[in-house]
C-alpha cells in the first residue's frame, strides 16, 4: 500500500476472495506479505454489537486482523515512545473484508456496528505472553 497513513507502520488492505462453485475463499495472509515476523497464535472472533469494548496494548505483539464479515469500527492509539505518530488516532469503518495491522506499542480495538461480526486474529506472540501487555478502556459514541 503506497498511500501515507496516520499512523507509523499501519497497513490497511481489503481482503481479496476467491469465489467458484458455491466455495468461498479469503486470501488473509502469506508469507510474502512480510506483516509477521513470527507465529504466536491465530482466533476466530465474533463480536456483538453494544458489547464493552477496550483496546488492547501489546509490548510485543504484532497483530493482523481480518474482517471476513460484518461492519466493524477498527480504532487504533500510537503510544509508542519513539514514534513519528506519537499519540495520533485512527479510526476506521468497514464492512467489506478487510485486512489491518496493529503494530506492537499501538493501542488496538475493534466492535461491530448492526449486527454480529466475523473476524480472525493472528499475532506473533501469545495473548499475554508479556507482562506489560494490557487492556485499555476505549470510550465510544453509540
Not at 497513513?5 to 488473509?28: M, N, W, Y
Not at 466493524?72 to 488516532?89: G, K, M, N, Y
Not at 499475554?128 to 487492556?135: K, L, M, P, T, V
Amino acid at each position: 500500500m503506497t498511500e501515507t497513513q496516520p499512523i507509523h507502520d499501519l497497513f490497511i488492505r481489503e481482503l481479496s476472495a476467491e469465489e467458484t462453485d458455491g466455495l468461498t475463499k479469503f486470501h488473509v495472509l502469506k508469507y510474502e506479505d512480510h506483516l509477521l515476523r513470527r507465529f504466536g497464535q491465530v482466533q476466530v472472533i465474533r463480536k456483538s454489537p453494544g458489547r464493552s469494548e477496550t483496546l488492547n496494548l501489546r509490548e510485543v505483539a504484532d497483530e493482523v486482523w481480518a474482517l471476513i464479515e460484518g461492519k466493524v469500527e477498527f480504532a487504533w492509539h500510537d503510544l509508542r515512545h519513539d514514534s513519528p505518530t506519537q499519540d495520533h488516532w485512527h479510526h476506521l469503518r468497514s464492512d467489506t473484508p478487510t485486512l489491518v495491522l496493529a503494530p506492537f506499542g499501538v493501542a488496538f480495538g475493534c466492535r461491530a456496528l448492526d449486527y454480529q461480526a466475523s473476524l480472525i486474529r493472528l499475532s506473533t506472540h501469545a495473548e499475554g505472553a508479556h507482562s506489560a501487555d494490557r487492556e485499555i478502556p476505549w470510550e465510544f459514541e453509540i
